[in-house]
């Protein structure tokens, strides 16, 4: 008798997922490309905003989007991913459109942006349990990192798109028009979630073996026949329960130390290439996509790394996620050579080219570091609390980019002569937490079985 094939309509969800983080991110980047017009003096046609005050905006953005994560992945854990995902973009979406109308008003800004954040913050939890309930344990750091490449996706899409409607529209139109026209996108995703996403227990388009392969590592699976509906017994984890786990703090640690890095990467790195290098935001667009498309590299390769030790060794899922994240953790190292290798005096017209790369090295090695360490929480605690444990992690990673972003913003007031020195002290932090969050992940999770209540 012939085996059927078991089909591969996981990945139709997970292409879905990358979708949805790619026009999360194209709405969250516009900001940065804005920032130039937004710093630009009253009398020549800005808003005449100081550094701090841009950081001020993003910082309300960031603390909104981490302090609701925690309570949007109760949520998510409640009412389900399709509709939990649903609700998330429609509020972002809205209010991504609103930002246009905000005016020069930095306390308008802050409050719409905080706003925004609030809708954006439902995306990685529900993407993450959908991961969760569409993928065994071995696929899912592979997964992760493939919808998690949408947000290099969306970064690079906003480096052309944002300049575009800035340079056919005028600044003032085209920053109006930057907001509308991308928080109109995520309408037309909604309209393919809800006509192709189910939980895999409802699927018509389904396979019973792709089913059983999606269910292979799970505890208790039940079903009576091939055409019956499948029911997964999950063990119910109280939320406030979370917090006594060392795998939640890990994670939570984790998210804190290094999420900053991509927050600067993502609202500093065109200040960073205007003030080292004079670079316009027209001639921007090019260096930021190609940070933001090699760092794709990085999050799916990264995400695979732990399948191939898996494979290639019989390392168990721990060991190989551990191991794939140390050898990740080396790679922002980098960082602490740009100031060199970005010094015109010493590498002139190169100087940008070698500091772009350096800076690529880091992006990607954040991106493969974030498939992983998204995927330690699927490895470690049952389903249902999946999301919840996420929030309580994206509070952490909030709480590090807000920090960061008032840091940064500080540091370029305080320099403002010498930008080197502040974005010097940035870079050098950037290199170093990876490994710092990996000592400390090891420490708290080494020896410990996943959660069981």
């Known amino acids: 008798m012939e085996k059927n094939p078991m089909g591969k309509y996981r990945w139709v969800i997970a292409a879905l997922l990358l979708f949805s983080t790619t026009i999360n991110y194209i709405d969250r980047q516009v900001i940065s490309y804005l920032k130039e ?79 925004f954040g609030i809708g954006e913050a439902g995306n990685f939890p529900a993407s993450i349990k959908t991961v969760a309930e569409w993928f065994p344990k071995k696929e899912r750091a592979l997964a992760t990192g493939f919808f998690n490449s949408g947000t290099n996706l969306g970064a690079m899409i906003a480096a052309l798109f944002v300049p575009w409607c800035l340079s056919y529209f005028g600044l003032i139109q085209g920053a109006k028009m930057a907001y509308i026209l991308t928080g109109s996108f995520g309408f037309i995703w909604l309209l393919f979630w809800f006509l192709l996403y189910d939980t895999p227990a409802r699927h018509k388009k389904l396979s019973k073996e792709e089913f059983d392969y999606i269910h292979s590592d799970d505890a208790v699976v039940v079903h009576t026949a091939p055409s019956e509906d499948v029911v997964i017994e999950e063990p119910k984890v109280k939320w406030s329960k979370l917090f006594r786990f060392p795998q939640t703090w890990a994670f939570f640690i984790g998210k804190f130390l290094t999420d900053g890095v991509w927050y600067f990467l993502l609202f500093w790195l065109p200040d960073y290439l205007h003030k080292q290098f004079g670079m316009r935001t027209e001639q921007l667009k090019w260096p930021t996509f190609t940070v933001y498309g090699i760092a794709i590299i990085g999050s799916v390769f990264g995400g695979s790394l732990p399948l191939f030790f898996i494979n290639k060794s019989g390392l168990p899922v721990y060991n190989a996620r551990m191991r ?130």
């Open 37 to 115: 017009f937004f710093s630009t003096p009253i009398d020549k046609g800005g808003y005449g905003w100081s550094n701090t005050d841009y950081a001020i905006v993003t910082s309300c953005f960031t603390g909104f989007y981490a302090g609701i994560t925690v309570f949007v992945g109760l949520f998510i854990d409640k009412i389900g991913t399709k509709l939990g995902l649903a609700f998330s973009l429609i509020i972002w979406s809205v209010f991504g459109i609103l930002n246009a109308f905000a005016g020069s008003s930095v306390a308008m800004n802050a409050v719409i942006r905080s706003l």
């Open 324 to 453: 794939a994240m140390f050898l990740i953790a080396l790679l922002p190292v980098a960082l602490l050579s740009i100031q060199f290798f970005g010094d015109k005096n010493y590498f002139g017209s190169y100087a940008s080219i070698l500091a772009i790369t350096i800076i690529c090295i880091g992006a990607s090695a954040h991106q493969a570091w974030s498939a992983n360490l998204f995927t330690t929480v699927s490895d470690a605690f049952p389903k249902k609390a999946v999301a919840s444990v996420i929030g309580i992690g994206g509070l952490g990673g909030g709480l590090g980019g807000v920090l960061i972003q008032l840091l940064v913003g500080f540091l370029t007031d305080k320099y403002k002569a010498a930008p080197q020195i502040a974005y010097s002290i940035l870079f050098g932090y950037c290199a170093l937490a990876y490994l710092v969050a990996w000592f400390i992940i090891k420490s708290l999770t080494a020896n410990k079985k996943p959660v069981v209540v």
